[in-house]
Nanobody, 125 residues
Framework: QVQLVESGGGSVQEGGSLRLSCQSSGYRYRCMGWFRQTPGKEREGVAFIDAGRDVFIEYMDSVKGRFTISKDNHKNILYLQMNSLKPEDTAMYYC???????????????????WGRGTQVTVSS
């Protein structure tokens, strides 16, 4: 079992920055990711990381160059640095963990086993 607790969300102006954190306890998954969801829409993958010996990172197209995912393996904390935020980034952001084969943009979100409760990000124009 794993417990995931997100923090760092908030309200910012367009062009601003936020850093989300996800503290993980229990079983340590090498592969983790960030998802987001807005009302009436499906949850979508934002960024994934395989924080093994050879780090592998994947981003959804709309956040490439603006968001950076990282993981502190010692502290077991997942981060998402979000820069140049846009109103369309407004969403509830969720941290997730699972076996690596399920933590990819191409995999169905429904396959993911462990979720945090989410942290709200609101970007105003």
């Amino acid at each position: 079992q794993v417990q995931l607790v997100e923090s760092g969300g908030g309200s910012v102006q367009e062009g601003g920055s936020l850093r989300l954190s996800c503290q993980s306890s229990g079983y340590r998954y090498r592969c983790m990711g960030w998802f987001r969801q807005t009302p009436g829409k499906e949850r979508e993958g934002v960024a994934f990381i395989d924080a093994g010996r050879d780090v592998f990172i994947e981003y959804m197209d709309s956040v490439k160059g603006r968001f950076t995912i990282s993981k502190d393996n010692h502290k077991n904390i997942l981060y998402l640095q979000m820069n140049s935020l846009k109103p369309e980034d407004t969403a509830m952001y969720y941290c997730a963990a699972d076996i690596c084969s399920r933590m990819h943009l191409s995999r169905p979100t429904q396959e993911v086993s462990f979720w945090g409760r989410g942290t709200q990000v609101t970007v105003s124009s």
